[in-house]
């Protein structure tokens, strides 16, 4: 499949191992299926998905997904100083996370779960006000 956020193509490890994250080398970008990221949250004490509180942003520039070719639906968190924005597929459900929002210190799940709980933080900040 192809990297949603750079187009490179996304390998998976050798193994024949369905990898449930698929992390682009190029730029560090995330995809997950819906189906593998709820129970990843959940094991992460964050609530799930539709629960974060992002809004669309209507007529952003997203990538496509790489199951359905589809254009992503952006959604985004937080105020305009802080944004956070994760990608989604209308079709499959599956998420794409930008690399620039993701740590590359962290493990690959710890890397999903701290980024949504930072959105979920920024969602909170934003309606609690300046
Ligand atoms: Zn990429
Ligand atoms: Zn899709």
Redesign the pocket.
């Known amino acids: 499949m192809n990297?949603p956020?750079?187009?490179?193509e996304?390998v998976d490890p050798e193994g024949g191992k369905e990898e449930v994250l698929r992390v682009?080398a190029?730029?560090?970008?995330l995809t997950v299926e819906l189906a593998d990221l709820k129970p990843l949250l959940l094991h992460n004490n964050l609530p799930g998905i539709e629960s974060l509180g992002g809004r669309v942003v209507k007529d952003a520039d997203t990538g496509v997904c790489p199951t359905c070719q589809v254009d992503l639906t952006l959604f985004e968190g937080g105020d305009r100083q802080q944004p956070e924005f994760y990608e989604v597929c209308e079709e499959c459900g599956c998420v794409f996370i930008d690399?620039d929002s993701l740590d590359p210190e962290l493990e690959p799940e710890k890397r999903v779960a701290s980024f949504f709980s930072k959105f979920a933080a920024a969602v909170k900040k934003s309606r609690s006000g300046p």
């Open positions: 990297c956020g750079c187009d490179a996304i682009c190029e730029c560090g970008g690399g």
